[in-house]
């Protein structure tokens, strides 16, 4: 996850602040279809691994929070 958010950072860097939070908010957003999927789909089998709906939305966004501080890290250049 390292390497991707690192990727992202770069591009970042070449957006504005506004632009920036727009992107992240989408990101959140598809995050938040992308759970509701995969668990539709999958959630028996998270279910017989131990998981609840409640603890696999929090690892997710734990992982997607430590994301956006490695991409938000020295995004903008100071003037």
């Known amino acids: 996850m390292k390497f991707q958010s690192d990727a992202l950072r770069q591009f970042a860097r070449k957006r504005s602040k506004g632009i920036n939070r727009l992107i992240r908010f ?4 598809l995050l938040s279809g992308t759970l ?14 131990g998981y609840s ?3 696999f939305i929090k690892e ?10 490695i991409i ?3 995004t903008h250049r100071p003037y």
């Open 26 to 29: 989408s990101r959140l957003f």
């Open 36 to 49: 509701t999927v995969v668990w539709f789909y999958h959630g028996k089998v998270f279910r017989a691994g």
């Open 53 to 55: 709906l409640k603890a």
């Open 60 to 69: 997710a966004l734990s992982e997607h929070d430590r994301s956006e501080r």
């Open 72 to 74: 938000e890290h020295r």
